[in-house]
């Protein structure tokens, strides 16, 4: 079964600091993963997607995420943080045997510190 | 374009109660998707419908059943409500499934007293 552990249920980071959150995936198969982004009592936001076209993929506002299968890992960067990013991110794969469901994290709450 | 829409925005029932839940997909769109959120974890998969026919369902009890109309918009229902159904309801919609993105709507919240 396909699963995603995020390390850390919360990141703090400065305003113009880096961002790292990590994510890990367990598949069988090669996945499919995405990044999501949910501010306060909104829904979800798609940050990137990967398809395995290409390692490293960009996506909006800044975001990029990386996918290493050695280390089954996916983890989302971004070079600068702003006030604007704080946020809940959450990783997810798709389960396509089950039709593309997501199965996601538990999310990690990103605080941007002035 | 308009996003997914999901209605209503909020909602409060009393428990055994009855809820449905509505939403309308992204135009062209012809699969729909239902997570549950619960305060403070990531989203878990509930239902998927595709050409009005369900696809997946989660480990989910029986109170909950969805349908999916011609139009491709969709409705979740739940039966005798639990305390435990408290949570934000969220409908994703796609192309088709598979690994198409889910494009997800701003949810219900729905509290159970």
């Known amino acids: 079964a396909q699963s995603v552990t995020q390390l850390g249920s919360h990141v703090s980071v400065s305003e113009g600091a880096l961002v790292l959150l990590r994510c890990n995936y367990s598949s069988s198969v090669p996945p499919y993963l995405f990044w999501y982004v949910q501010y306060p009592n909104q829904g979800l936001q798609l940050l990137l997607k990967y398809t395995s076209a290409a390692t490293l993929v960009k996506g909006i506002n800044g975001f990029e995420a990386e996918f290493k299968k050695s280390e089954t890992s996916f983890h989302l960067t971004k070079p600068s943080a702003h006030m604007s990013d704080a946020a809940e991110y959450f990783c997810?794969?798709?389960?396509?045997?089950?039709?593309?469901?997501?199965?996601f994290g538990q999310g990690t709450e990103l605080s941007v510190k002035p | 374009d308009a996003g997914v829409t999901q209605s209503p925005t909020h909602l409060i029932k009393t428990r055994g109660q009855h809820v449905t839940l509505r939403c309308s997909p992204i135009?062209?769109?012809?699969?729909v998707s239902w997570y549950q959120q619960v305060l403070g974890q990531g989203p878990q998969f509930i239902f998927q419908?595709?050409?009005?026919?369900?696809?997946g369902r989660g480990n989910f009890p029986d109170r909950f059943s969805a349908r999916q109309f011609p139009n491709y918009s969709s409705e979740l229902n739940v039966n005798a409500l639990l305390l435990g159904d408290s949570a934000l309801y969220l409908c994703?919609?796609?192309?088709?499934?598979?690994?198409?993105?889910?494009?997800f709507g701003p949810g219900t919240r729905l509290t159970v007293t």
């Open positions: 997810a794969v798709s389960d396509y045997d089950q039709g593309g469901k997501l199965i």
């Open positions: 994703a919609s796609s192309l088709a499934t598979g690994s198409y993105e889910q494009y």
């Open positions: 135009s062209g769109h012809k699969s």
């Open positions: 419908y595709y050409e009005k026919e369900e696809r």
